[in-house]
C-alpha cells in the first residue's frame, strides 16, 4: 500500500520542477497562434478595419485593448484546459457535457468558417488582380491550385505554418509601409482614441461589437487547442513560457495588422468620407502618393490576407466538425484533406455566383460566430470553473475572473449581433 502511495507522488505534476526555456527554445516551439493570426486577419477583417477608421475616425482605437485582453484570455484559457484535462476543447466539451453539446458546437463552428472561407476566396483573386492585373478569378482558382498543393503535400501543418508567418510578415510589411508613405496617424488623436474606452461614437455600436467579436473569437482558442496536438505541445509547454508566448504571439500580430489598416482608414478615407466594399478600393485611394506601387503594395497586402486565411479557416472548420462527431482531427489525416477540398470546391462556386464583395459575406460569418461562440464560450467557462479541471494544481482564480467577464462581453456582443440581424 505505501509503494503505491509512492508511485502516486512520483507522478504528481509539479509545475515549479518545469525550467523556464530560452527565447530560441521559445521560438521553436511557438506556431499555432502565427496561424490563427493569419485565420482571423483575412480580406473581409481588413475592410471592416479599414471602414472602421472611415467611418469614426481614430476614435475607436481602443477596442484594440479589449482585443488584447479577450483574445488573451481565450487562447490561454483553452490551452491551458487542453493541456491539463489531456483533450482539445470539444472532446473535452464531449467528455464532460455529452455527445449533443460537442456535435452542436463542432457544426455552429463549421458553418461560421464555411462563410469566412467564401471571404477569402475572393479576396485572393483579388490580389494577384492588383499585383498583375488578371481576372479577379483566375487568380483565386490559381491560388485555390496551390493551396491544395499545400493541403496534399508530407508534413501539412509545418508546410502550412511557414506559409501563414510569410503572409503574415507580407502583410505587416505591406500595411506599414503605406503608413510611412503617408505620414503617419496624428498622434494626438490617437492617443485620444487609444484612452477613450467605453466610448461609442453614435452609429458605431453594433460595427464595433461584429469587429470585435471578429478579432477576438473563442473559436480562435479552441481551434488553437489542436494545432497544440499538431505542434506536439505537453503539459510542461504550460508553464515553461511555450504556451504564452504563442498567445501574446497571436494577439500582437493580429493587432499589429489590423489597427495599421484602420489607421490607414482613418488617414485616407475619413477626410473624403468614403466606405470600402472592397479591400483593393485601399490602392485606388493611395495611389496618388505611390503611383502604381500602390496596387502591388495592397495586393501583396491583400493576398497575404487571404491565402493566410484561406490555409488555415478552410482546414479549422473540418477539424472542428470533425471533432465534434468524433472523428479524426489531424490535419495530414485524409478525411480533413478532402473535407477542404470539398469546401473550397463548394465555396468557390457560391463566391463565383454572388460575383460581390467579402464584406457582406463576412458579415454573416459574424452572426455564425453569435450562435456559436456564447454555446462554446458556456462550455469552457464551466470548465475552467470545475474542480476536476485543474489537473491536482491551484485553481487559477484571476484566469476564471477574466475569462467569466469575456463571456459576458460575448453575450453582449451577440445580443447587439441578433439585434442587428432581427431588427437591424
Known amino acids: 500500500m505505501s509503494n503505491d502511495v509512492k508511485e502516486k507522488k512520483e507522478e504528481v505534476f509539479d509545475p515549479s520542477k518545469v525550467q523556464k526555456l530560452s527565447f530560441k527554445e521559445i521560438l521553436k516551439k511557438i506556431g499555432p497562434g502565427i496561424i490563427l493570426s493569419g485565420i482571423v486577419i483575412g480580406p473581409g477583417a481588413i475592410t471592416t478595419a479599414a471602414n472602421l477608421g472611415a467611418s469614426y475616425g481614430y476614435r475607436l482605437m481602443w477596442l484594440y485593448i479589449l482585443i488584447a485582453f479577450m483574445g488573451t484570455v481565450y487562447v490561454l484559457t483553452t490551452y491551458r484546459l487542453s493541456m491539463l484535462t489531456g483533450m482539445p476543447t470539444i472532446h473535452a466539451i464531449r467528455h464532460y457535457y455529452g455527445n449533443f453539446a460537442a456535435g452542436f458546437t463542432g457544426v455552429a463552428l463549421f458553418l461560421t468558417c464555411v462563410f469566412f472561407t467564401m471571404g477569402n476566396i475572393s479576396g485572393s483573386g483579388t490580389g494577384l488582380n492588383l499585383i498583375f492585373g488578371i481576372n479577379w478569378k483566375l487568380g483565386s482558382l490559381i491560388m485555390l491550385v496551390i493551396l491544395f498543393f499545400c493541403y496534399f503535400a508530407k508534413n501539412v501543418y509545418s508546410k502550412i505554418e511557414k506559409g501563414i508567418t510569410l503572409c503574415i510578415l507580407a502583410m505587416v510589411v505591406a500595411f506599414y509601409i503605406t503608413l510611412i508613405g503617408l505620414g503617419g496617424p496624428e498622434w494626438g488623436e490617437f492617443g485620444k482614441g487609444l484612452v477613450s474606452v467605453g466610448a461609442f461614437p453614435e452609429g458605431s455600436l453594433?460595427?464595433?461589437?461584429?469587429?470585435?467579436?471578429?478579432?477576438?473569437?473563442?473559436?480562435?482558442?479552441?481551434?488553437?487547442?489542436?494545432?497544440?496536438?499538431?505542434?506536439?505541445?505537453?503539459?510542461?509547454?504550460?508553464?515553461?513560457?511555450?504556451?504564452?508566448?504563442?498567445?501574446?504571439?497571436?494577439?500582437?500580430?493580429?493587432?499589429?495588422?489590423?489597427?495599421?489598416?484602420?489607421?490607414?482608414?482613418?488617414?485616407?478615407?475619413?477626410?473624403?468620407?468614403?466606405?470600402?466594399?472592397?479591400?483593393?478600393?485601399?490602392?485606388?485611394?493611395?495611389?496618388?502618393?505611390?503611383?502604381?506601387?500602390?496596387?502591388?503594395?495592397?495586393?501583396?497586402?491583400?493576398?497575404?490576407?487571404?491565402?493566410?486565411?484561406?490555409?488555415?479557416?478552410?482546414?479549422?472548420?473540418?477539424?472542428?466538425?470533425?471533432?465534434?462527431?468524433?472523428?479524426?482531427?489531424?490535419?495530414?489525416?485524409?478525411?480533413?484533406?478532402?473535407?477542404?477540398?470539398?469546401?473550397?470546391?463548394?465555396?468557390?462556386?457560391?463566391?463565383?455566383?454572388?460575383?460581390?464583395?467579402?464584406?457582406?459575406?463576412?458579415?454573416?460569418?459574424?452572426?455564425?460566430?453569435?450562435?456559436?461562440?456564447?454555446?462554446?464560450?458556456?462550455?469552457?467557462?464551466?470548465?475552467?470553473?470545475?474542480?476536476?479541471?485543474?489537473?491536482?494544481?491551484?485553481?487559477?482564480?484571476?484566469?476564471?475572473?477574466?475569462?467569466?467577464?469575456?463571456?459576458?462581453?460575448?453575450?453582449?456582443?451577440?445580443?447587439?449581433?441578433?439585434?442587428?440581424?432581427?431588427?437591424?
Open 206 to 424: 453594433v460595427a464595433a461589437l461584429g469587429f470585435l467579436s471578429t478579432h477576438a473569437a473563442l473559436t480562435t482558442g479552441i481551434y488553437g487547442t489542436y494545432l497544440g496536438h499538431e505542434k506536439k505541445w505537453k503539459k510542461e509547454d504550460l508553464f515553461n513560457g511555450a504556451m504564452k508566448a504563442d498567445a501574446i504571439a497571436h494577439v500582437v500580430f493580429v493587432i499589429l495588422i489590423s489597427a495599421a489598416v484602420m489607421l490607414v482608414g482613418a488617414i485616407v478615407l475619413n477626410p473624403q468620407g468614403i466606405q470600402l466594399k472592397q479591400p483593393a478600393q485601399l490602392a485606388d485611394l493611395i495611389a496618388p502618393v505611390f503611383g502604381r506601387a500602390a496596387y502591388i503594395i495592397m495586393g501583396v497586402a491583400l493576398l497575404g490576407a487571404a491565402f493566410s486565411s484561406l490555409m488555415g479557416n478552410t482546414q479549422r472548420g473540418i477539424v472542428l466538425l470533425n471533432a465534434g462527431f468524433d472523428k479524426p482531427t489531424d490535419l495530414s489525416h485524409k478525411s480533413i484533406k478532402i473535407g477542404s477540398v470539398l469546401v473550397l470546391a463548394v465555396c468557390t462556386v457560391i463566391c463565383f455566383v454572388y460575383n460581390g464583395s467579402p464584406v457582406q459575406l463576412i458579415l454573416i460569418a459574424n452572426y455564425a460566430t453569435a450562435i456559436a461562440t456564447p454555446v462554446s464560450g458556456a462550455f469552457v467557462t464551466l470548465m475552467l470553473w470545475r474542480k476536476d479541471t485543474t489537473g491536482g494544481l491551484k485553481p487559477p482564480t484571476a484566469l476564471r475572473i477574466c475569462m467569466t467577464i469575456c463571456y459576458v462581453i460575448c453575450l453582449i456582443l451577440t445580443g447587439f449581433s441578433l439585434y442587428d440581424l432581427i431588427l437591424g
